[in-house]
């Protein structure tokens, strides 16, 4: 499956790093980045191969949800399906 | 983003995170059907098999979809064939041993709400009906998890006013017995007309005998998402963009319920039933139907326009959701539950939004008198010629409507019920105390309309 990662927060230094690195020590394959900042803000969005992951998909989720926490921003992982039937006709 | 625009994906993100779109239940049904038997205690039995053995990866798989999808499931929930089925064959017993045995199930398998401790008696009572209703009150103030149902009218069948003369008593008992529980017991027995047989909402949920064995149905929520679109919406466009804007916005939502039907009926090995598309509020700021309203431009729900606007929101819903899913059913539209939602209890609060009010808004939308706190000294009368009008604007109109009232006992208007959580809180609002004791005491069988003739 692949999933869809979103980091929105305050831009500093080493976003994209982080979130890269977490996606490697996981075995998540990135496909695809794409960022802006808008006014301060940062937004990422992220797409990833979730088939070879190291641990379990939930354990990941809450990874990437704490890695989140620990630099103030709020990233989510997402079943990519759920965009696409919602978005898609 | 290549595949997916990233406008997208973030309006999904807000949805969910500022916006509280979720899903408010995944519903499995389960036919009781295979364990009738005129032993009471082997049928508890063998429906204590059933549903623990059914239901049992239910709550966990529905973490699990939790989880990958980074959607909410706020409730996980069981509904049963109506057990006054089950317990006819047991003969001169209470049916109370079925409502502590589904007691007993839910906290087996860690459901939020079991619903089917219900009666079909639209056109005349059958074996085990009467003892089912009479045993209510007292099924309803020994679980916490059980809801309870009866359906007394139907379009085809006219109104059953006998059933009509106890349920008023059958209300006001359910709230006695839990007189120091904020009266909750009458918080989860409905009154219906129509009723549904794969509705996945409670505290109405019953499994129909036409369904198949095991089942799954899901009911969305959404108000906030939709208050959120048409808050982005100029004051000045015309009400044909405010209709436009609610139907996209519900097509969204319906196709991330059926997005979660599909997934859970096919991890729990079952057929997908339906998406209930419904627009159920809840008490939390953010996530009510009556600021929808309001948003479309009223300064309060319960003035006048609010029964133009909710057919407006009604209709818009059904059109947008009706695409999204390959099978809708259940209530499928908006719910106007008082407690259950913060701004019908501010207009409630304020006395702008008032019981006939309400009457006439239910005319218009998927259910009817939901979670209104009435005087504890209501006759019982009185209560029943309420959901004899609520149930004859059912009848008449074909749709389904219900009554889930609440006598505050030992209150007055004005004062407040909590029940916490889904279930909210809400004043005590006024009741026409006229009496219709003649009429309700009359019973019999009201016609059914000439709208019923239609082979």
Redesign the interface.
């Known amino acids: 499956m692949r999933a ?1 990662i ?1 980091v ?1 927060g305050k831009d500093t230094v080493g976003i994209l790093a982080k979130v890269s690195a977490l996606c490697a020590t996981y075995g998540a394959n990135i496909i ?1 980045v ?1 960022q802006t900042v808008m006014q301060d803000l940062f ?1 990422m ?1 992220m ?1 990833c191969e979730t088939d070879s992951l190291s641990a379990p ?2 354990e990941f ?1 809450d990874s990437a949800e704490k890695l989140g926490e620990e630099n103030h921003l ?1 990233i ?12 898609r ?1 | 983003m290549s595949i997916i625009n990233s406008r997208d994906i973030l309006e999904t993100v807000s949805m969910i995170q500022d916006e509280h779109l979720d899903i408010r239940t995944v519903t499995m049904g389960i036919s009781l059907l295979d364990c009738i038997d005129p032993d009471i205690d082997r049928a508890c039995e063998k429906v204590y098999q059933k549903i623990t053995e059914k239901a049992k990866n239910l709550v966990p798989v529905c973490e699990e979809i939790e989880k990958t999808y980074g959607i909410p499931i706020i409730n996980k929930r069981i509904s049963v064939t109506p057990i006054a089925m089950v317990a006819a064959a047991c003969r001169g017993q209470s049916p109370l041993k079925f409502a502590l045995t589904l007691e007993k199930c839910a906290a087996a398998v860690g459901v939020n709400f079991i619903g089917g401790y219900s009666a079909l008696v639209h056109k005349g009572f059958s074996a085990g009906d009467r003892e089912l209703i009479e045993s209510i009150p007292e099924a309803l103030a020994r679980t916490e998890h059980v809801c309870a149902s009866v359906n007394l009218g139907s379009t085809k069948a006219g109104l059953n006013m006998d059933a009509v003369r106890l349920m008023g008593e059958t209300v006001r008992r359910a709230a006695e017995l839990t007189a120091d529980r904020q009266c909750i017991g009458a918080a989860k027995l409905v009154v219906f007309c129509n009723a549904p047989e794969d509705n996945p909402f409670m505290a109405g949920a019953f499994h129909g005998v036409g369904e198949e064995d095991t089942v799954i149905n899901v009911g969305v929520s959404g108000p906030g998402v939709v208050r959120s679109a048409l808050s982005k919406l100029g004051k000045d466009a015309p009400v044909d963009a405010v209709a436009e804007l609610i139907k996209k916005t519900a097509f969204k939502i319906t196709r991330m319920g059926q997005l979660v039907a599909k997934e859970a009926s096919s991890r729990l090995g079952m057929k997908f039933g339906i998406v209930d598309l419904s627009l159920a509020p809840t008490p939390a700021v953010g996530d009510s139907v009556a600021h929808i309203l309001e948003e479309m431009g009223l300064e309060q729900c319960g003035g006048c326009g609010t029964t133009a606007c909710l057919a407006l929101l009604n209709d818009a819903v059904k059109k947008g959701g009706v695409m999204a899913s390959s099978h809708i059913g259940g209530l499928s539209g908006a719910f106007i539950p008082v407690t259950e939602d913060a701004g019908m209890i501010d207009a409630a609060a304020s006395g702008t939004l008032t019981l006939e009010k309400l009457e006439a808004m239910t005319a218009v939308c998927s259910v009817g008198l939901d979670m209104i706190n009435i005087p504890g000294d209501t006759p019982a009368e009185v209560i029943s010629a309420i959901i004899a009008d609520e149930a004859a604007i059912g009848m008449v109109n074909s749709k389904t409507t219900a009554c889930r009232l609440i006598p505050a006992i030992g209150k007055k208007v004005g004062d407040t019920l909590s029940f916490g959580g889904l279930l909210g809180e809400g004043p005590v609002m006024a009741v026409n105390q006229k009496s219709p004791a003649v009429f309700i005491h009359r019973g019999g069988r009201l016609p059914a309309p000439l709208q019923s003739l239609k082979n």
Do not use: R, Y
């Open positions: 869809v979103t929105i695809d794409t937004c969005i797409l998909f939930s989720v709020k989510h992982v997402m079943h990519e399906d759920l965009f696409n039937s919602m978005h006709i």
